[in-house]
C-alpha cells in the first residue's frame, strides 16, 4: 500500500495509491492495521482511497472506516499487440502518439483508425472507486 500527502489540499490530507494482491494469499485486516498505524503517527484530517474496480469492491477499506464517495469514469488505455506494457491516454497522446502519428493527421478519428491498423489497441479499465475517510 502506498500513501502520499493529497495533491487536492494542503490541510493534512493523506491519499492512498495502490493496494497490491497476491492471489491465493490473504492478509486479514492488514489495511485496518496499516491506517492505524498512519492515523496515529500523521494525524490526517481525512484519507482518500482509490481502488480498482477490477480487483475490488473496497470491503478492505469499508472496514477500516473508509466510506464509498463514487466510481470514476473507466480510463482509456492504448497498448501494441505483441508487449505487455500499458500507456494511459495521457502518457499515450504526450510521448508515443507524436511519433507514431507525426504531423500528417488532422482529426482524431484518423489517428484511431491508423494506429488500429497499425498494431496498437485499447482497452478501457472498470473504473476506480473512490473512498474517503474523515477525522473529524
Not at 10 to 30: F, L, T
Not at 40 to 51: D, E, G, L, N, R
Not at 67 to 77: G, I, T
Not at 91 to 102: D, K, N, Y
Request: hydrophobic share 40%.
Amino acid at each position: 500500500m502506498k500513501f502520499r500527502n493529497s495533491k487536492a489540499s494542503a490541510g493534512g490530507d493523506i491519499e492512498v495509491h495502490s493496494v497490491s494482491y497476491a492471489k491465493g494469499i490473504i492478509v486479514s485486516n492488514a489495511v485496518q492495521v496499516m491506517v492505524a498505524e498512519l492515523e496515529k503517527h500523521t494525524k490526517p484530517s481525512s484519507m482518500t482511497a482509490f481502488v480498482d474496480c477490477r480487483w475490488s469492491n473496497g470491503c478492505e477499506f469499508t472496514s477500516a472506516g473508509f466510506k464509498a464517495e463514487s466510481v470514476l469514469q473507466p480510463q482509456l488505455w492504448w497498448f501494441k499487440r505483441g508487449e505487455m506494457l500499458r500507456h494511459s491516454a495521457e502518457q499515450f497522446s504526450e510521448s508515443i502518439a507524436p511519433l507514431e502519428l507525426g504531423e500528417e493527421f488532422t482529426s482524431s478519428c484518423e489517428q484511431v483508425n491508423y494506429l488500429l491498423a497499425n498494431g496498437w489497441m485499447r482497452i478501457y479499465d472498470c473504473g476506480k472507486l473512490k473512498l474517503e475517510k474523515h477525522n473529524d
